[in-house]
């Protein structure tokens, strides 16, 4: 079924170590996986996404590795710092029942302690 | 631009009464969504539109929810007997192009209460 598998469901870090966030999802022909930024009380945004015809992207200190046989895809932030602390929802394309979705995973609460 | 705007902000309600939200995509934006955030259920996406049309409404939970689109620039969802399962954040988002292709803008969204 339409399924996007998120762990750890929460992380806590120290400032300056990195945080991997995994998400799996169940339908091959998806190709397309952004991931969300969520603060305490605010909307969701964009921070990063990759479409299927690559492997790795980065931004700075984001990155986003998908796996296309293994139907995985990792977001990595390195040098961690409090303003990262947020929950973090990555997303799957996916087309079923006829229409194109957008299916999210459950959330990784990340907590970066100075 | 303003970005998408929603409103209210918070609304409190009492069960049985009808809920009226409001939505205002990014101009000339093509798409339109709506989800629901709950710390049980998630993120979930009740409807979208497409130039003012609804494409898929499967996510919309049952018959108490309506979804309406009259122009490009606007945008409503109604629950109409609330119930308090209802209580949950709802946002609003927009895209410029299809949905596996661009990004989804949200709203700040409307925190429902039902009593």
Redesign the interface.
Known sequence: GENVEQHPSTLSVQEGDSAVIKCTYSDSAS??F?W?KQELG?????II?IRSNVGEKKDQRIAVTLNKTAKHFSLHITETQPEDSAVY?CAA?LFS?G?????????TRLAVHP | DAGVIQSPRHEVTEMGQEVTLRCKPISGHDYLFWYRQTMMR????LIYFNNNVP??D?GMPEDRFSAKMPNASFSTLKIQPSEPRDSAVY?CASSLG????E???????TRLLVL
């Open positions: 190709n397309y952004p969300y605010k909307r969701p945004q964009l996404d929802f394309h029942g229409y194109n979705k957008l299916i999210f995973g459950a959330g | 998630g993120l979930e996406l494409i898929d499967s946002f299809r949905i596996y292709q990004t989804q803008y949200f709203g700040p969204g």
